[in-house]
T-cell receptor, first 116, second 114 residues
Framework: GAVVSQHPSRVICKSGTSVKIECRSLDFQATTMFWYRQFPKQSLMLMATSNEGSKATYEQGVEKDKFLINHASLTLSTLTVTSAHPEDSSFYIC????????????FGPGTRLTVL | AQSVTQPDIHITVSEGASLELRCNYSYGATPYLFWYVQSPGQGLQLLLKYFSGDTLVQGIKGFEAEFKRSQSSFNLRKPSVHWSDAAEYFCAVGPTGTASKLTFGTGTRLQVTL
């Protein structure tokens, strides 16, 4: 149980285009989902917290207009990187808190974004 | 503010040897503590967690961790390492009562030699 999926696993795009990453909780309802960014050989940096049906809360220094987050249902959150640039290339990981139990974050497998 | 320190960036052990990965945290109250493992190019898998009670916590894959309040530590241990344990290990701390707002350490990369 407690499986989180992400799609796509890898994406390559041209500079200036937008990319959408999906995060789904497959076997549980997630009231809260988190989006992290991880640079090579570094730790996870929390970008934003999204709650179902409400606006996401962004961490300091994260551009809201560049990283659009939508949490449309209890099982789906999306991250859209708008007008992507090479510096946005990174590994993006989502996680989810179960509605039934908020004591553990379950992580997705991550999405590798490369912007050319 | 909460913080986590993993002093060892990289550790190499021989297969079959014992392992201890260090984690020190800073938090005003009793924290929630976690150990996650990340294989290359993958997401994070929960190894174990501590909320309260018995300070020695058992996890998956034969790992255990001990919470020591006096030392603000939550070190991860395994008696006999397997080659498949080679990965990145992250310690994380969260506020009391919830796993929201986790703060991660910088990770320890474990290499296992045969």
């Amino acid at each position: 149980g407690a499986v989180v999926s992400q799609h796509p696993s890898r994406v390559i795009c041209k500079s200036g285009t937008s990319v959408k990453i999906e995060c789904r909780s497959l076997d549980f309802q997630a009231t809260t989902m988190f989006w992290y960014r991880q640079f090579p050989k570094q730790s996870l940096m929390l970008m934003a917290t999204s709650n179902e049906g409400s606006k996401a809360t962004y961490e300091q220094g994260v551009e809201k207009d560049k990283f659009l987050i939508n949490h449309a249902s209890l099982t789906l959150s999306t991250l859209t990187v708008t007008s992507a640039h090479p510096e946005d290339s990174s590994f993006y990981i989502c996680s989810a808190l179960s509605k039934a139990s908020t004591d553990t974050q379950y992580f997705g497998p991550g999405t590798r974004l490369t912007v050319l | 503010a909460q913080s986590v320190t993993q002093p060892d960036i990289h550790i190499t052990v021989s297969e079959g040897a014992s392992l201890e990965l260090r984690c020190n945290y800073s938090y005003g109250a009793t924290p929630y503590l976690f150990w996650y493992v990340q294989s290359p190019g993958q997401g994070l898998q929960l190894l174990l967690k501590y909320f309260s009670g018995d300070t020695l916590v058992q996890g998956i894959k034969g790992f255990e961790a001990e919470f020591k309040r006096s030392q603000s530590s939550f070190n991860l241990r395994k008696p006999s390492v397997h080659w498949s344990d080679a990965a990145e290990y992250f310690c994380a701390v969260g506020p009391t009562g919830t796993a929201s707002k986790l703060t991660f350490g910088t990770g320890t990369r474990l290499q296992v030699t045969l």
